[in-house]
């Protein structure tokens, strides 16, 4: 009986030090995820910015709109949703401006 009451501390101890490493692997790949999220939100906010024209416009939407339905509302940046409804009115307004024959800004 004494040999069993030795090794159940070693026991839980290396329950203990398996279930750390389980921890911290799952936490590592947490920040994994989460850092892959956060830099395909700020790609998406970068291409909604640096739409020249029209095209690069629709396109920087699309890329956008991926990246929500990727990520659910909760997991993306606030900003994305927010320069997409940007993006959308200032397409919107490029459109009205070519059917008016209004020149300038973007084409």
Do not use: W
């Amino acid at each position: 009986a004494a040999h069993g009451a030795e090794s159940l501390p070693l026991a839980v101890s290396a329950c203990s030090a398996a279930d750390a490493g389980f921890h911290q692997d799952e936490a590592r790949e947490t920040s994994r995820r989460k850092r892959r999220e956060h830099a395909a939100a700020m790609g998406a906010l970068q291409a909604l910015g640096s739409a020249a024209d029209a095209g690069a416009l629709r396109s920087s939407i699309a890329e956008a709109e991926e990246h929500v339905r990727n990520y659910p509302r909760g997991r993306t940046l606030p900003s994305v949703q927010e320069e997409l409804q940007v993006a959308r009115l200032r397409l919107q307004t490029l459109g009205a401006d070519k059917a008016a024959g209004v020149g300038g800004g973007l084409a």
